[in-house]
């Protein structure tokens, strides 16, 4: 088992995504505004669990970075939806990996994350082009 | 027990095949080893990921029967259908040939939900049932398998966005 790194890059994808919907909520309006908020405090609770586990394994949980350069200038709603897409494909691809390395219940803990980044990443694909595929085969991959 | 076996009849299967190289070189006439029964493929144990492959292609059945039923509904339902071609694919690629090529790229007639005015229903309930195998088969399985697994459970509920 070798349960530590990936929980550490997996909080760490937390940490980032926090930061990412903090800049990227401003640029949404109505209901995609309301997800994004209600996303960003899911992340939240999902940094605080992945730190309990780190801390029960004896591990100190990385900090978050002060500020995250951000992969485009974030100016308006369609680059809002791409960033918030992209946070949730790097959420997945951490909790993705951090799966064969756990088990029990902290396995299904990574299941059930890379499950709702999933979703999410699907709803913001959604948003940005509903007559385009919105979903993908292999989330986290 | 069976795999132990399994392992063992590939082996008297190798040590067969090496048995006769040597027969035609050196001891001409002599057999070294038995040459067993000549049958060549020995049998390989059941995949736990085959119940989920046949799952996934009697998903693919009940898409090309729902987009088939309503093609107004196609251009919604397609990339949901290709996903889980791709699903199938990846678990058969997983599986050893030897009992991969014994299930058809297509699942049987019949095995399709029924299209009707709750297709829609009918196919989310079918995507829930297989995330739900997927997670199970996750959480018993090792290494990059129970990476696949995850994707393909995370897949599927994300299609119930599209059919909600």
Redesign the interface.
Known sequence: MNATPRLQAALAAEHAAIFGYGALGPHLTGASREAATETEQTHRDRRDTVAALLIRAKAEPVPAERAYALPFPVEGRAAALKLAIQLEERT?AAW??A??ELA?AD??L??TA??E???R???WR?ALAP?A????????? | MTKLLARRRLLTGALAGAAGVLTATALSGCGLLPDGDGAGTPEADPDPLEPLLTAELALVASYDQAIAALPALAARLRPLRADHAAHAQALRARIDPRRADAIPTKAPPGAAASATSSTLAALAKAERVNADGAIKLCLATEGERAALLASIAACESSHLVVLA
């Open positions: 997945a993705r990996a799966v064969p029990g396995r299904t990574a299941i890379l499950t980044c999933a979703v990443a699907t709803r959604r007559n595929p919105v979903t993908v085969a292999f989330p986290g991959v």
